[in-house]
């Protein structure tokens, strides 16, 4: 099973470049996905990679900022005022990111509306649609598709 989360662009741009290595929930999953899908939130509005979860850790907000800080991607004053003084603090690992080449449109994995935190994914068959919607948008930004000249 994979999962779409929701992430700021910066923080999503952090994830891809390898600056981030730990991303932190405050709600997390029943099951652990094995991949996660980024939908970067406004203004892009579109999935732009994906990552592999690797271990889950959660605890208090201090446990996991001291586990955690420098691979985190945020600041100590965002830290906290993300888990806003929650007793539970999730940090899942990233590992083995992909950016894709042409960001991906959210109704290519049959989802109308952004993920408030996330979504579980069947992609069974969304892996085969996505190689083709990428493959689709490429050539049309490249000239190749639509209203030829000739």
């Known amino acids: 099973m994979d999962a779409l989360l929701s992430i700021k662009p910066n923080y999503a741009e952090a994830i891809l470049s390898g600056a981030k290595t730990w991303e932190f929930r405050k709600k997390c999953f029943r099951e652990p996905p094995r991949r996660v899908y980024i939908y970067c939130s406004t203004p892009t509005k579109k ?3 994906s990552f592999d979860v690797g271990k889950i850790i959660f605890g208090s907000p201090y446990k996991i900022w001291r586990r955690c800080n420098g691979d985190g ?3 100590k004053k965002e830290f906290f005022n993300y888990s806003n003084g929650g007793s539970i603090v999730y940090a899942i690992k ?3 990111v992909k950016r894709f080449r042409v960001p991906i449109k959210l109704s290519s994995f049959g989802k109308n509306k952004p993920p408030i935190s996330f979504y579980y994914l069947n992609t069974h068959n969304i892996k085969k649609k996505n190689f083709f919607c990428q493959f689709r948008e490429l050539f049309s930004k490249l000239g190749f ?3 030829g000249n000739g």
């Open 94 to 96: 990233i590992s083995r």
């Open 145 to 147: 598709l639509g209203g």
């Open 47 to 49: 999935v732009v990679g």
């Open 73 to 75: 991607g945020i600041s």
